[in-house]
């Protein structure tokens, strides 16, 4: 979905460097979302975002951390990346519904930890 | 904890034949349902969703299907073609008030030529 977009699309990266992926969305949407995936398996929540001043952690958020600059961007960070940290990241918005809120995804960043 | 579960890992079927996809959840809590197409190289895309309060829904080429008393959700894809080739993920509103939604581990459909 071109209303998310995801930078870098690919990165490649050694174990202990510190790195940042970043999310934009158009969408006007008050809530965004970061999930790893991992071959064959599903979404695991990172982290979470309902308002530029709200973090909340996910299901995995060790190692990683977050920054809501703008209601816009919601930016993805690993502080030092290991090698179990290699997955594809995807980024996601939605607009509070009362529970039955879509979300839409961003194309994801691929991230190799040598 | 409450999860969202699919039966089949993969589902092979012919160009032309009508697919069926599942989806087990177990939060009877949960009252908004999704559906999401994942293309390789792709984030999900939504493909369709359905409210509690329905058992039926229908969009073009695609039924979901809700049946609340053994907690199953289904996707049919119909006359199904090699561009529906993916995976397929189903999704409930988490149990907790901040309605996250949780996510099954999918099902890879391949179309047969």
């Known amino acids: 979905d071109a209303d998310v977009t995801q930078t870098p699309r690919n990165r490649i990266t050694k174990t202990g460097k510190r790195i940042m992926l970043e999310c934009s969305q158009t969408k006007g949407h008050d809530r965004m979302y970061w999930y790893r995936q991992d071959p064959g398996l599903g979404l695991r929540l990172i982290y979470y975002s309902f308002d530029v001043k709200d973090i909340n952690k996910g299901e995995i958020s060790d190692g990683y951390s977050v920054s809501r600059q703008a209601q816009a961007k919601f930016s993805l960070s690993l502080e030092s990346a290991i090698p179990n940290q290699t997955a594809l990241y995807f980024c996601?918005?939605?607009?509070?519904?009362?529970?039955?809120?879509?979300?839409?995804f961003g194309p994801g960043t691929r991230l190799l930890v040598l | 904890g409450e999860s969202v579960g699919l039966h089949l890992p993969t589902l092979s079927v012919q160009e032309g034949d009508n697919s069926i996809i599942n989806c087990a959840y177990s939060?009877?809590?949960?009252?908004?349902f999704i559906w999401y197409k994942q293309e390789s190289g792709k984030g999900p895309q939504f493909i369709i969703d359905i409210r509690s309060n329905m058992d039926k829904r229908q969009g073009q080429r695609v039924t979901v299907l809700l049946n609340k008393t053994v907690k199953h959700l289904s996707l049919q894809i119909a006359a199904t073609q090699p561009g529906d080739s993916a995976v397929y993920f189903c999704?409930?509103?988490?149990?907790?008030?901040?309605?996250?939604?949780?996510f099954g581990s999918g099902t890879r459909l391949l179309v047969r030529p």
């Open positions: 939060n009877s809590a949960s009252d908004y």
């Open positions: 996601a918005t939605s607009r509070w519904a009362g529970g039955q809120e879509t979300q839409y």
């Open positions: 999704a409930e509103n988490g149990v907790d008030s901040s309605y996250k939604l949780i």
